[in-house]
């Protein structure tokens, strides 16, 4: 086994400080690599949305030794309630029980929490560069050369894009997102409302045909919005262009009743607004040369598929891992990468487009149907055939 210290190619460069690239570093360090991370953004997104957090996700946390700080900002949500556009329960499911069902294996955090506890697990000890991206990637047979926006030129061994959906690693050295993205029939958005109290750790879900609206709240005061729409089409908007954005959200929720009203009252206010469309990446390799991707910028399995947060950590960790055991020689390692992930992602991946058909309910029927099911799902032998889809069934991970 090498010695911690003598890898080949130490030095990473990797794109993006989510999920994916803080777990990817903090694995690169710890078994003897140099890597620098560069974001986007001037600090770490605060607030966002929130995910459950499972399955082999976990076990990676727990390698990590980050479980019990996450345990500290899981949101204890009691039950997601089904409400009509009265405010009234029309169906519910059970949180606890669910999270009983997974031996308490299983979490509700914000996505801002995740990131935050990754992180700060690397304890200052790698280099990050915030307010900076990568501008071009040139590789020859012994290195990458970076140019980045702010002008600076460095020289690295390898390049992870770790830099989610909208990848800039994936542009500059794979191609244009069109050839990679599919787009599963849905635009979602998220935001923080401030001033807007429903209780601690409550979550009420509106749905009308086409559309889905959501509130929930942690035991930190703070109130989330959440929608998603149906949309045949793909629509045409700039990423950069917040403003056309919270113009969309206006224009497909202001007749929808409930509480939408005050909820798009808050886009004047909010600040950390998130539009998107739901899509998945599928790609027929994952590496080219010395740059390789990861989490959502290789694989994005979309917000549909309930794990996408679990499976960039996942990517991340096998990743590293296989660099460790092939003594950094990124052609072997990479392959493996590939070997070990890909025909299980993509069973992810699969599973989550045969979810798109059904994921927000086109008619009252729908609508009846779905609140039927989350009845069943009170009842035990319906609730476990539902944790059996989180269970990561198939996947062990390596020891390395
Ligand atoms: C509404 C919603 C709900 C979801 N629910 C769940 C759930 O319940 N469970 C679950 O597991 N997953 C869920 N997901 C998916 C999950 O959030 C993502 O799959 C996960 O965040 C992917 O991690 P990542 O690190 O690959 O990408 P991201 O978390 O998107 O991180 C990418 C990072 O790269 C940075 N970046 C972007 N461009 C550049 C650039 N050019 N240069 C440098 N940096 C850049 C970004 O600022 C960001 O910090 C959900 C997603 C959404 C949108």
Known sequence: MPRVNDMNNKNILISGAGIAGTTLAFWLKKYGFNPTIVEIALKLREGGYAIDFMGAGYDVALKMG???????????????????????????????????????????????????????????????????????IEQNTGEVKVSFKNGNKRNFDLVIGADGLHSKVRNLVFGDENQFEKYLGYYTSSYTINNFSIGNNAFSMYNYPYKQVAIYSNSRNQTTAFFIFSSAEQLTYSQRDIEKQKQIMRQEFENGGWKCHQ???????????????????????????????????GYCPSLL?????????????????????????????????????????????????????????????????????????????????????FKDIGLKLKNY
């Open 66 to 136: 980050i479980a019990d700080e996450l345990k500290k900002v899981d949101i204890d949500f009691s039950k997601l309630k089904l409400v009509d556009k009265n405010d009234q329960e029309k169906g519910s499911m059970n949180y606890e029980k669910v999270k009983n069902l997974m031996n308490g294996r299983a979490m509700t955090l914000l996505r801002s929490d995740l990131a935050k506890t990754i992180y700060n697990s690397l304890n200052n000890e790698v280099e990050i560069i915030f307010d900076d991206t990568i501008q071009q």
């Open 263 to 297: 909820l798009l009252s808050a886009l004047d206010t909010t600040t950390d607004f998130y539009f998107d469309s739901v899509s998945q990446i599928e790609m027929d390799k994952w590496s080219n040369g010395r740059v390789a991707l990861v989490g959502d910028a």
């Open 305 to 389: 598929s309930g794990k996408g947060s679990t499976l960039a950590m996942v990517g991340a960790y096998i990743l590293a891992g296989e660099l460790k055991e092939a003594n950094g020689n990124y052609q072997q390692a990479f392959e493996e990468y590939e070997k070990q992930f890909k025909s299980f992602m993509e069973k992810k991946q699969k599973s989550a487009q045969s979810f798109a058909k059904s994921f927000v309910p086109k008619s009252s029927f729908g609508i009846w149907l779905r609140n039927l099911v989350f009845k069943l799902m009170s009842i035990s032998v319906f609730s476990k055939l539902f944790i059996n889809q």
